[in-house]
């Protein structure tokens, strides 16, 4: 539920991957949990900002973008109750309530997903690779720390 989660990440040039927070086992989490994205803006030129490094996905954008692409990302992310923030290589890029999410975000099938304040305060957590071609996620040093 409460923690702090550091890891390290690099992606190709066609990278593509999340970090599911919070997500229920069964389910999409980006949609019924949280996923912090990590995503080369060339796997899709096209991408809104939250849907590019640092966005919670499809929900909220990051406020200013530090992503260092082919190299090595460092994400702190802390989340307790609602509050969320975000560090990405040593800036702060997003601090946030939960509670403030009140609009819905359309799922891949286009039906409305619920609001970032009713989604889940506990869960599990994960990591997602969609990279394209030669590009896998690369994940080292991830550690967590619970928050009481």
Known sequence: GDFVL?????LGELGNSG????APMKGDP????????MADFRYNTNA????????LYRAVAPTKQVYKPTEWNKYRI??????????LNGEKIL??????????VKR????????LKDRPRKGHIGFQNLSRGDAPVEIRNA?????N
């Open 143 to 147: 550690r967590i720390r619970e928050l």
């Open 78 to 87: 802390m989340l307790k109750g609602p509050k969320v923030e975000v560090e």
């Open 108 to 115: 891949h099938d286009n039906t409305d997903a619920p609001p």
């Open 19 to 22: 970090c599911a927070l919070r």
């Open 48 to 55: 809104k900002p939250s849907e590019l490094t640092g966005g």
């Open 6 to 10: 550091e890891y390290e990440f690099k």
């Open 95 to 104: 601090n946030m309530s939960l509670d403030d999410e009140t609009k819905t």
């Open 30 to 37: 980006a949609f019924d949990g949280l996923e912090l994205q």
